[in-house]
C-alpha cells in the first residue's frame, strides 16, 4: 500500500465525517430551533397555551375545564419532547390535538377496527419490481383530491376508503371526484356478523377492505357533494342508487414486502393502509421514524407516494419514506400529510395494504 492511497482514504474519510456534521439532526438549525423551542414551551406553557386556544380557536366551557385541559396540554409538551428524543427526524410540538389525553385522541380521531377480510378480497398479484422509481407522488398525478377532516368520529376508515377509490376511479376515467364519506359512514354496517365477527360501525370505527365490500355490494359512491359529510353517525341511510358516480371492480390486499406495496402503488393508484397514530398525535412535520413505535393499527390512511431525503453524496445516505394523506384537515401535520421512513415496517405502516379497482361509471 502506498501513501497516496491511505491519504485517498484519509481524505475520504475526512470529507465523510464533515457530510456526517452537515447531515447529523442536531445540527439541523431547524431541529436545534424546535428542540429548544421544546424547553421553552415548557417555561412558557401558559403563553403558548393562550397562542394554541386562538390558533385552533378552543374555548372550555368553564374555569374548571380550561384548567384541566391546560394540565392536559402541559402533559403533552412533556410528551412531545419524549416523542422529539424517539423520533430525531420528524418535528413534535403543539398540535391541534394537544389539549387531549391519549385516550380521547384514540377514542375520536382514529377509528381503525380489525375485522375479518370479506369474501370477495383477493391477494394481489405479484408484480415486477425492477424499475421502480426512487421517487413518486401521485399528488403530481392529479389523483389525490384535497385534505379532508373526519373531526371527533372515528370515521378514519372511510377516509381511507374514498382516497383509494377516488384514485382508481381517475386512473379509469381520467376523470378526479370527490366521494362520499358520509355514505360509508351511515349505510355501511349491514355485514352479517357472524361471518365478519363484526362490521363497520359509523363513527365507532371499521375497516377498508369491509368498506370496498359494501361499496361492490351497494353498487358505488356518491360524490362528497351529493352525500355530504357531518361527523356524526346518528343519522338515517339516505344513498339514492342513481347518484352513483364511482364503482369498484375488485380490490386487493398487497403482501407486506414494501416493493410490492410500492409497484401496486404505482400501477394501482393510492393505496389504502393501516398504521399506529401515537406518534402522530404531537407530529409537525418532516419524515417520522421512531426508534419503538407499536404496530398496532389504529388508523386508517392513504399511502400516495415515496420519496427519499437527506441524500449525502459520499456515503449515499439516502433515507426512504412514504407520503401519507391524513383526515385531520390541512391544520395537521404537513399541510394534513404525514412522512413516514421506509425500510423496517415502522409503525406497521406496511402491514394492512389494500388496493381497489374502479369500473367507469358515467353520470349526468
Ligand atoms: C383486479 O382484477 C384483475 C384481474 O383479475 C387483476 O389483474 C388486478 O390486479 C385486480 N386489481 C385489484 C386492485 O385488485
Not at 391541534?96 to 375485522?115: Q, V
Amino acid at each position: 500500500m502506498d501513501r497516496v492511497f491511505l491519504f485517498a482514504l484519509f481524505s475520504l474519510f475526512l470529507v465523510s465525517s464533515a457530510v456526517d456534521v452537515i447531515d447529523g439532526g442536531g445540527d439541523d438549525p431547524l431541529i436545534r430551533q424546535v428542540v429548544s423551542e421544546g424547553e421553552d414551551l415548557l417555561l412558557h406553557a401558559e403563553r403558548h397555551f393562550s397562542t394554541f386556544k386562538v390558533r385552533f380557536g378552543k374555548s372550555y366551557g368553564s374555569q374548571e375545564e380550561h384548567d384541566y385541559r391546560f394540565g392536559v396540554f402541559k402533559s403533552n409538551l412533556r410528551r412531545a419532547k419524549r416523542h422529539q428524543k424517539l423520533d430525531p427526524g420528524a418535528l413534535h410540538g403543539v398540535t391541534k390535538f394537544s389539549d387531549l389525553t391519549p385516550a380521547e385522541f384514540r377514542r375520536n380521531f382514529l377509528g381503525l377496527k380489525r375485522l375479518r377480510l370479506p369474501a370477495d378480497a383477493h391477494n394481489a398479484p405479484i408484480l415486477p419490481t425492477n424499475d421502480l422509481p426512487t421517487e413518486f407522488d401521485w399528488r403530481d398525478h392529479g389523483a389525490v383530491t384535497g385534505v379532508k377532516d373526519q373531526g371527533a368520529c372515528g370515521s378514519c376508515w372511510s377516509f381511507s376508503t374514498t382516497g383509494a377509490l377516488e384514485g382508481a376511479h381517475y386512473l379509469e376515467t381520467g376523470e378526479l371526484v370527490s366521494l362520499s364519506e358520509q355514505q360509508l359512514v351511515d349505510c355501511d354496517h349491514e355485514c352479517d356478523p357472524e361471518e365478519y365477527g363484526a362490521c363497520d360501525s359509523g363513527c365507532s370505527g371499521g375497516l377498508m377492505t369491509s368498506a370496498f365490500e359494501y361499496t361492490l355490494k351497494a353498487g358505488g359512491l356518491e360524490r362528497e357533494k351529493d352525500y355530504p359529510y357531518t361527523g356524526t353517525d346518528r343519522g338515517p341511510c339516505k344513498f339514492d342508487k342513481s347518484k352513483i358516480v364511482a364503482s369498484v371492480s375488485n380490490f386487493s390486499v398487497v403482501s407486506i414486502d414494501e416493493d410490492q406495496i410500492a409497484a401496486n402503488l404505482v400501477k394501482n393508484g393510492p393505496l389504502a393502509i393501516g398504521i399506529n397514530a401515537v406518534f402522530m398525535q404531537t407530529y409537525v412535520g418532516k419524515v417520522s421514524c421512531p426508534y419503538i413505535c407499536s404496530k398496532h393499527l389504529d388508523h386508517g390512511v392513504l399511502l400516495v407516494g415515496f420519496g427519499s431525503a437527506g441524500y449525502a453524496p459520499i456515503r449515499f445516505k439516502e433515507k426512504p419514506y412514504w407520503i401519507i394523506k391524513n383526515s385531520w384537515g390541512e391544520n395537521w401535520g404537513e399541510n394534513g400529510y404525514y412522512k413516514i421512513c421506509r425500510g423496517h415496517n415502522a409503525c406497521g405502516v406496511d402491514s394492512m395494504v389494500s388496493t381497489v379497482a374502479a369500473i367507469h361509471t358515467t353520470t349526468e
